[in-house]
């Protein structure tokens, strides 16, 4: 039998407020526990909630940036259920009327291909606190920090059909609101947190195979991990007999299976019911309009201008604008030195390998993009070769200045006056009579050894394509 | 000085006739010697009563004085006072002290007025006759053997026996209006979103509605202006302007046309009561008022609707009660569930319990389109049919409650009985509409309320019909015996 896999993603986003989507509290992460939530936050009674514009701004953002439609009202509500992390009884979500309505994204294949991406719907809802069972024996601590930090629930169309395509999916949304700075994309601190639904199905056959809910996917391995153990454990489940049974697993990352979730009721009733505190979300096309005046060229548009622009192959294209500041970084190292591609080669070259090595991101980069320009402008103008610019980054890199500081400090300027190359050349053919002859016989290869000596005697700072030429000259002359 | 009006006590403030200390401590005294035999107040909050008086002084001496300053109110228990107990009149909330101002309380703060404590009421406003507190049953100070009516009914009480000059309620169902007119009073809902919910604990919130009760329209009129207008905390508090109230009262009615409903003068309609509304009818009619009758043909199905809607707000609005960070919690839990389980169980009331159940069920999957949803549909219908009615009329006139005062534990043991008492204040609730009740002449003994109903924010024009009512007669200054 020939099984399809089917999936699709639910991802929580959080949005970059300075503040909570119902309170004042701020948002910031890593305080003291319970120090960043205020009454309202706390459930206290006779409290209200009152609506973040700027969260329904990025909300906005986001809609715009894959195509969706905004929905001119949308509405806020409860979602009941106890838990001891969410103070008032119910979530504040949207549930018949959300904010954001159809779109889609493209994903590039490992093929090459390209595919389009449903994204049925984008909502705006508050988050809950945490548990914590560590440091309290028997006991479970309550940080309310977390409770009603502004979240964008964006659920994907069963669109995918390979842990791959779910992963490359899931990049291209962290990509984007990125992008469009609605997030900071923060895995480890839980800011871009993803839910899978996945089910299989025989080749060929339309209805859809009962799905499970994969739950605490927080890296974009383990969500390949668990897609593809899930899809295989569902196979085996069938094959053997059985029936998969709907239910919401956990991804156990020391052990790479997921697992039935535990103690949490299945079968929750939430009763959704509009929110009577909060008036039915209006936007305007003005409302719409300013949100999004701001937004930035979008990566697939950009990648495709880096192609026709640059001349730039599509996969460089692609690398170079994964993160909006890796693509602002590339242009402007482009602007200071003129040359797209030299400025790709080392961007995606010499700078890559040093962040990787160093564990930076682009916007940590000990050397900026003008300095890169600075170096690139110096090969372009023969001040320095290619071996000899290497050194200078990793001294750019390592804090000693700008590329001409350092060419000047060092004396690393590539000779090119001629009168003094010839004289160098000169030297090393007067050193060299039985290598001479040879090559005069014929043995053209030992052109290499000749201009070796030049480098070696100018310390590498000569202009090789001077010295080739010279050499040349004066040996067949 | 416990007889005079809102405008006379600050007259008298102001000439410095007394001062706010002497008026407090008056009021204080006589909390202290009669409010045992009522049960209104849950706390008194004697000493910071008397340094907000001394404080109110010393506005009044700067010339800094506003109308309301240095008077002293009481507050429902329903409101968030900070650094003071608020209850709910629930055992839930027994040991809650709230760590913030409600906009009314701060409002009325502001303006000089001085709290004397928090009154009784049904636990979490559920209930029409303030027998559901944790604190014991309320009596009317007209027959203590009699409910105020509810939930406010320690405001009326306290009003009515005049422990204090004025007091603030909500009104969720009927819940300012029936206590009034049960205790003699004059008391006003606002229209939805005219006073801010901030820190008012929530029942139902799409009906929730603060407001004033008084001896007068007149004071009822001072008091609005300082309570309403738009809080940036509450996203359902309406931006429209507060108008003059106190300017409006004197206007003439000439002319002005009132309706009649006539589904609110039929069966259920106790005879003294229809009696007393029919008796001051006719004197409005001598001040030039011009009745017909109209219809309002959804009436009955706005007791169904309301035990629909508001069961459901707060069945999730009591969701927060769960003995984790505040209130209530059982002793040594078993675990979470338990936790739950009795906590709930062992702090809310019986009442709270059947409500919270029934809005539980209605919005549950499967049920939520043939109750939560038709109630909803229902409640545009009334809606629909006030505003047919406002297209003819500028006001509608009715008795607020069927009947009088009734006995304690008359209606305990049958909701729907209970349920009933409000069948003429409830429609104004789910409208989201003004409504004012002022007393009628006393029947047997006890008072009459009168229903008035306007169009959206004309409090004004209710505050104005009614001060023309009591400007020509003088049943709101019965005084109950015992207590003048």
Redesign the interface.
């Known amino acids: 039998m020939q099984w399809e896999t089917v999936i699709g993603l639910e991802i929580h986003t959080q949005l970059l407020t300075r503040s909570k989507i119902f309170s004042g509290a701020p948002t910031a992460f890593g305080a003291e526990p319970n120090t960043q939530a205020c ?1 309202v936050d ?10 973040n514009r700027r969260a329904v701004e990025l909300a906005v953002r986001f809609g715009t940036a894959i195509g969706a439609e905004i929905a001119r009202r949308s509405v806020f509500a ?1 979602k ?1 259920y ?1 838990y ?1 992390d969410l ?4 979530q504040i979500s949207q549930y018949e009327l959300p904010v954001v309505g159809r779109g889609a994204v493209e994903i590039s294949l490992e093929d090459g291909s390209t595919k389009t991406i449903g994204v049925t719907r984008a909502h705006l809802e508050e988050d809950a606190g945490k548990s914590l069972h560590e440091d309290f024996q028997g006991m479970t601590g ?1 940080d309310l920090n977390r409770a009603g930090t502004p979240l964008l629930e964006i659920v994907s169309e069963p669109d995918m059909r390979s842990p791959a395509e779910a992963v490359a999916y899931a990049r291209k949304i962290h990509q984007l609101v990125r992008y469009i700075g609605i997030s900071d994309g923060n895995m480890q601190e839980g800011s871009f947190r993803m839910d899978a639904n996945v089910s299989v199905r025989p080749r060929g056959q339309h209805a859809l195979g009962t799905r499970t809910e994969l739950k605490n996917l927080n890296s974009f391995r383990f969500l390949e991990k668990a897609l593809a153990f899930e899809v295989e454990r569902q196979v085996e489940v069938i094959e053997s007999g059985g029936a998969v049974v709907q239910e919401t697993r956990l991804y156990d990352a020391d052990r790479d299976e997921t697992r039935p979730m535990r103690g949490k009721e299945e079968a929750n ?1 939430y ?3 509009p929110d ?4 039915p979300l209006e936007i305007d096309t003005a409302f719409i309009a300013a949100a999004t005046r701001d937004l930035p060229e979008l990566p697939d548009a950009r990648r495709r201008r880096f192609v026709s622009q640059y001349g730039l192959k599509d996969h460089d294209a692609g690398v170079l604008t994964a993160s909006r500041e890796l693509a602002d970084f590339f242009e402007e190292v482009t602007e200071v030195c003129g040359e797209a591609r030299l400025a790709a080669t080392w961007v995606m070259g010499d700078l890559a390998a040093a962040l990787n090595r160093t564990a930076l991101e682009i916007q940590g980069s000990p050397v900026d993009a003008a300095m890169l320009g600075g170096l690139l402008q110096r090969i372009l103008d023969e001040t320095l070769s290619g071996k000899i610019a290497k050194q200078v980054f990793e001294a750019m890199w390592a804090g000693e200045g700008t590329a001409d500081e350092i060419i000047q400090a060092r004396g690393l300027k590539q000779i090119s006056d001629s009168a003094e190359l010839e004289a160098i050349v000169d030297e090393v053919i007067a050193a060299n009579p039985k290598q001479v002859e040879q090559f005069r016989a014929g043995k053209e290869k030992l052109l290499g050894f000749f201009v070796g000596q030049v480098m070696k005697a100018t310390r590498g700072q000569a202009n090789p394509k001077q010295v080739n030429a010279l050499l040349r000259k004066r040996l067949q002359g | 000085m416990h007889q005079f009006s809102l405008a006379r006590l600050a007259a008298g403030l102001a000439a410095g006739e007394f001062s706010s200390r002497e008026l407090t401590a008056h009021f204080l005294d006589r909390i202290e010697r009669h409010d045992p035999r009522l049960n209104a107040f849950v706390t008194v909050t004697r000493d910071a009563a008397l340094a907000q008086a001394g404080a109110a002084d010393a506005r009044l001496r700067a010339g800094e004085a506003g109308p309301l300053t240095g008077i002293p109110l009481a507050h429902k228990d329903i409101f968030c006072t900070e650094g003071v107990r608020t209850s709910c009149a629930s055992r839930m909330l027994d040991g809650f002290t709230a760590p913030y101002d409600a906009t009314v309380v701060e409002r009325l703060k502001a303006a000089g007025m001085v709290m004397l404590g928090k009154t009784n009421m049904d636990e979490f406003a559920m209930g029409s006759s303030s027998e559901t507190s944790w604190y014991g049953p309320v009596k009317n100070p007209w027959d203590p053997a009699r409910v105020p009516g509810g939930s406010s009914g320690g405001s009326a009480a306290a009003v009515a026996a005049r422990l204090a000059p004025a007091a603030t309620g909500t009104d969720t169902g009927g819940s300012i209006r029936q206590p009034a007119a049960l205790c003699g009073l004059s008391g006003l809902k606002p229209t939805y979103g005219r006073v801010s919910r901030w820190g008012m604990i929530a029942f139902a919130s799409s009906l929730d509605q603060g407001g004033p009760m008084a001896r007068s329209a007149e004071d009822l009129a001072l008091l609005l202006p300082a309570m309403a207008g738009f809080d940036e905390r509450d996203s359902t508090s309406s931006p429209e302007p507060v108008p003059d109230y106190p300017a409006q009262l004197d206007e003439d009615v000439k002319g002005l046309r009132v309706g009649l409903p006539r589904e609110w003068f039929r069966e259920g309609l106790d005879a003294g009561v229809a009696a007393s509304i029919e008796e001051a009818r006719r004197v409005l009619e001598g001040l030039g008022v011009v009745f017909r009758d109209i219809d309002l043909p959804n009436s009955a199905l706005a007791v169904p609707a309301y035990y629909v809607v508001a069961p459901a707000e707060c069945s999730s609005n009591l969701a927060r009660y769960d003995g984790v960070r505040y209130g209530y919690r059982c002793e040594a839990p078993r675990d979470l569930e338990d936790l739950y389980r009795r906590s709930r169980s062992e702090a809310f009331g019986a009442e709270v319990k059947r409500r919270i159940m029934m809005g539980t069920y209605v919005l549950s999957a499967g049920y939520y389109d043939a109750y939560y949803l038709k109630a909803q549909k229902i409640r545009r219908l009334i809606a629909d049919d006030f505003r047919a009615a406002f297209a003819e009329v500028d006001l509608i006139l009715g008795p607020t409650s069927p009947t009088r005062a009734f006995r304690l534990g008359e209606k305990t043991a049958d909701p729907v009985t209970m349920y009933l008492s409000d069948i003429y204040t409830i429609a104004v609730n789910l409208a989201g509409l003004p409504g004012l009740t002022v007393p009628a002449p006393m029947a047997g003994g006890l008072p009459v309320g009168l229903q008035l109903v306007g169009d959206y924010f004309q409090e004004g024009r209710l505050l104005n019909l009614a001060h023309r009512l009591q400007r020509t007669t003088d049943w709101h200054l019965a005084t109950p015996p015992g207590f003048d």
Do not use: E, Q, T, W
Request: hydrophobic content about 40%; aromatic content about 14%.
């Open positions: 009454p706390l459930g206290m009674p006779g409290v209200l909630p009152v609506l409860r009941n106890f001891p103070p008032k009884g119910y309550i009733d009763r959704y019911f009577p505190d909060l008036l």
